[in-house]
C-alpha cells in the first residue's frame, strides 16, 4: 500500500507533458508538500527510502535541468551548496557506508538542490511571485484548519488518513501536549519544524495582501466582513502560536521587524531601527535564557527543555571541535541521555565536520548579502519589501533552527528561499560618465 507514495510523481510527469515546470511548481508540487505528511516513505530492493516530496521534486528537477537552465546564472551560492550536500555524502562514505552515503546524495539533490533550483529559475523570472505566493497561502490555511483537531490532544488528522497505507512505519510521531493542549503541528512532523513553515507562510501573506491586494471577500460568503488575506494571516499567525514552540515564536520576533523595513518610505532610518530592536531583543533573550536555564530544579516543563538544550550543547560542543574535516557521520555515537541533536548548526559541525559547517555559514552568509543587496539597490519599492521579507523570514528561520534540527517541509522551505534570494539578485548601477569623460576628452 506504500506505493502511494509514487502517486506525486506520476502527477508531476503527466503534467510536465502539457504545463510549463513553473506551473507544476505552484500545482502539483506545492500541494504535495504543504498538505502531504513527509514521514512516511516507500523502500523497495536497491533504491533510496522515497517519500511524497522527493517523488513529487525528482520529476520537476529532471524538467528544470532539461528545459530551464539556459537561464541559469551561476554563483558563489551554487558552490557552497554543492559542498554542502556532497559533505554529508562524504562523511558516510568515509565511515565505510556506501550505500547510506548514495542515498544521502539523492536526498540531498531531491531535497536541497531542487528546491533551491525552482526558487532560483520558476518563480521571479517567469513573473509567477504573486501567484506562488498566492497558493503557499491558501495551502497551508487549509492544511491548518484540518490541524486544528490537535488541540485536544487528539490524533493527527494526516496521521490518520495516511497511517493506514503505512503499518510498516512506528508512530514516530504521537501527540504532543503541552500546557493541557494538543501541539498543532499538521503535516509538518513536529511543532518546532511547523512553526517555521508557518513563520514563512504568515510573512508571506502579510506582503502578498499588501502589495497585490490578494485576497477580495470570499465570494461564496459575502457576508464575511474582512478580506481573505486577512482570516489566511490570522490563521496561520494563531496556528503558529498553537503549536507552543518558543523557538520560532523568537524567530517571529526577529523576523517581524526586518520584514516591515521595506514598507517604510526611509529604507535606511528603518533599517537602522529594525536592526538596533533586533539587537536589543536578542540580547534581552540571551540574558533572560541565561538565567531561565541556569535554575538547578526547573519548575516548568518550558524551563526543563531550555536546560536540557543548554547541557545538550555543553556536552557535544567538545565532540564538534574535534570531528575533523568530514565529521563524524550521521550514525555517531549519541549521548544516552539524549533522544535527539536539537540545533542544526551542532548537529553539521558533528555529521558533516568542518567542511559541512563551514559550506552552512557561507551559504547563509552569502544569502544574507544577497537579500541586503536586493533590498537596498533594487529600484522597485515591491521588490524592496519583498528582499526585506524574505530576510526578516530566513533570519528568523536562523535563530529558530539553534533550537531545533531542520528537516521535511522546513528544511525545503530553507533552500527554497536560498535560491528564491538567488532571483532577486541586482547589481548597483554605477555612473559611467566619468569613464566616458575620462576616455573622449
Known amino acids: 500500500m506504500s506505493i502511494i507514495i509514487l502517486i506525486p510523481a506520476l502527477l508531476c510527469a503527466t503534467a510536465l507533458y502539457f504545463w510549463t515546470p513553473a506551473r507544476v511548481l505552484r500545482d502539483v508540487v506545492l500541494p504535495c508538500l504543504l498538505l502531504l505528511p513527509l514521514y512516511y516513505d516507500w523502500k523497495v530492493a536497491l533504491l533510496p527510502p522515497l517519500d511524497f516530496a522527493e517523488t513529487a521534486l525528482l520529476p520537476l528537477g529532471i524538467a528544470m535541468l532539461l528545459r530551464c537552465m539556459r537561464r541559469w546564472r551561476y554563483t558563489w551560492t551554487d558552490l557552497w551548496l554543492v559542498l554542502f550536500v556532497l559533505s554529508n555524502a562524504v562523511a558516510l562514505k568515509l565511515q565505510g557506508d556506501t550505500t547510506s552515503s548514495i542515498f544521502a546524495l539523492f536526498l540531498g539533490v531531491t531535497k536541497i538542490i531542487f528546491p533551491y533550483m525552482a526558487g532560483k529559475l520558476l518563480i521571479e523570472q517567469v513573473d509567477a511571485r504573486a501567484a506562488t505566493l498566492g497558493r503557499i497561502a491558501t495551502l497551508m490555511a487549509a492544511a491548518m484548519v484540518v490541524g486544528l483537531f490537535e488541540l485536544k490532544g487528539l490524533k493527527n488528522p494526516f496521521h490518520l488518513v495516511f497511517y493506514p497505507f503505512f503499518k510498516a512505519h512506528e508512530d514516530v510521531w504521537p501527540p504532543q501536549v503541552r500546557n493541557g493542549l494538543g501541539r498543532i503541528t499538521g503535516p509538518y512532523a513536529d511543532a518546532e519544524l511547523a512553526g517555521i513553515v508557518l513563520m514563512f507562510g504568515f510573512l508571506l501573506t502579510l506582503y502578498l495582501a499588501r502589495t497585490y491586494n490578494w485576497g477580495p471577500r470570499f465570494s461564496s460568503a459575502t457576508a464575511l466582513y474582512f478580506r481573505k488575506s486577512t482570516y489566511v494571516s490570522a490563521l496561520l499567525l494563531i496556528a503558529l502560536f498553537l503549536t507552543q ?139 524592496r519589501a519583498f528582499a526585506f521579507t524574505l530576510l526578516g523570514i530566513f533570519v528568523g528561520t536562523l535563530v529558530t533552527i539553534a533550537t531545533v534540527y531542520l528537516d521535511y517541509q522546513a528544511l525545503i522551505f530553507f533552500f527554497l528561499m536560498m535560491g528564491w534570494a538567488q532571483a532577486l539578485r541586482v547589481y548597483p548601477v554605477r555612473d559611467s560618465r566619468p569613464v566616458f569623460q575620462q576616455v573622449y576628452t
Open 245 to 383: 514552540s518558543r523557538g520560532p515564536e523568537l524567530g517571529l520576533i526577529f523576523a517581524v521587524p526586518i520584514a516591515l523595513v521595506g514598507r517604510s518610505r526611509d529604507t535606511l532610518k528603518a533599517s537602522l531601527i529594525a536592526f538596533a530592536l533586533v539587537f536589543v531583543v536578542g540580547g534581552a533573550a540571551y540574558v533572560t535564557l541565561s538565567h531561565y536555564v541556569s535554575t538547578n530544579a526547573p519548575t516548568s516543563d518550558q524551563q526543563e527543555t531550555a536546560a536540557y538544550r543548554a547541557v545538550m550543547i555543553q556536552d557535544y560542543l567538545p565532540m564538534a571541535e574535534h570531528s575533523g574535516l568530514w565529521g563524524l557521520g550521521p550514525r555517531f555515537h549519541v549521548i544516552g541521555k539524549y533522544a535527539s541533536i536539537d540545533n542544526e548548526y551542532l548537529l553539521v559541525a558533528l555529521t558533516q565536520g568542518y567542511i559541512g559547517f563551514a559550506s552552512l555559514l557561507l551559504l547563509i552568509g552569502s544569502t544574507v548579502w544577497t537579500m541586503l543587496t536586493a533590498a537596498i539597490y533594487n529600484p522597485e519599492r515591491p521588490d
